[in-house]
């Protein structure tokens, strides 16, 4: 189906990473290649490419960064250095690299034609890639290949998350097959764009509904919508909440009343988790990341559906 483009799998599984981060290799019919999100710095995921790379007897001439989490980047300048392939990112990205890819930007590596997609949501540096010749959809953390997307305010946001997917759904509904940053490969990307767009409305309806029975603080949302999931979920979906109630309060939909008291102790345990506590300290710092812990919420609000 995508011949040519082949998956090497990171050993860095996590609740974040599902199985891993997806690392993908394009080859060009001429030997050439292009390499999508190199993942982390494992030494041995670095050789395990680089190995690939000399296997099929390919020269490595583009590292593409869909965006600058520390599962996706970090062993970039490994496999430039071993290889002397450039490095390319959103003119956005913290990530160091060689050049920006604007949006529609095509790099061409022998007959590979990949196009970049300025497709902000997940974080506003986030790029989606499109393959022309295979008809291949790269999404990164955009869309995954089972579950869905944290979109995590400070650097993720929820409706341009929502008019990226639309955009990928008018544009690229009939890519051939999307590679997701991590999770298997999806071969009915329509279906699973219109999947994805659909969760996030009934996320929201769910939100409006739960707020029309009477004001709520993120954690009260929480602990209705999100009933079943476990603590640690319970934190990702307090940041998810946020993401639709910032938007919500810029719509004038939703009114948010700051509460003139200290937070309990199961409100911090959901608004500011104790990430190393909950998921260890090796995981901790891609979660915070992905998670924007860096955005402290420290004063408790109470929200209700504005009076038109
Ligand atoms: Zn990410």
Redesign the pocket.
Known sequence: MVERVARLRAPNPSAMTLDGTNTWLLASRTGEAICIDPGPAIPAHVEHIVAYLRENALVLRAIALT?G?P??VPAAPLLAAATGAKIYAHRFSAAPHDANLDDNEELRVGDLRLVAIDAPG??LEHLVFYERESATLFTG?TILGTGTVVIAPPGGAMRPYQATLRRLRADFGDARAICC?HGPIVTDARAKIEEYIEHRERREAELLAALGAGAQTIPDLVERIYRDADLRLWAAAARQMLAYLLALEEEHRVTARRLERAMTAREQAILNPDWVNVVGAEHAPLVEA?LGAQLRLDTIYEYSLSRR
Do not use: A, I, K
């Open positions: 965006h989490h599962d996706h997940h974080t953390d940053g992905e």
